[in-house]
């Protein structure tokens, strides 16, 4: 076993992870803008636990998106870049 390797993992970037980052992005920002909307557009129309609920799925949701884009970047770095098809809607 190399350095770096972990229970039989190497530090090799899997070929979908490029791509599967790259398409979790849209409907995570999606999500984003939603509880956004949800939390900001008519508070005085939530009730309080509603108003926290919606407030604890905004934070994890940044956090996830903080990890996306931190992988992406990482991605990124190393030269990996999505496929040129993988920005494609899928029905």
């Known amino acids: 076993m ?7 993992c190497t530090n090799a970037t899997p070929a979908w992870l490029p791509d599967a980052l790259h398409r979790l992005s849209q409907p995570l920002t999606a999500l984003q803008c939603v509880l956004h909307l949800g939390a900001h557009g008519a508070p005085q ?9 919606i407030e604890d799925a905004m934070t994890q949701c940044d956090r996830m998106a903080d990890i996306v ?7 990124e770095a190393e030269g990996h870049t ?3 098809d993988a920005a494609r809607l899928e029905h």
């Open 69 to 75: 884009a931190a992988m992406r970047t990482k991605l």
């Open 2 to 8: 190399h350095a770096g390797a972990v229970d039989g």
């Open 82 to 84: 999505p496929a040129p």
């Open 45 to 53: 129309m939530l009730p309080d636990g509603v108003r926290q609920t």
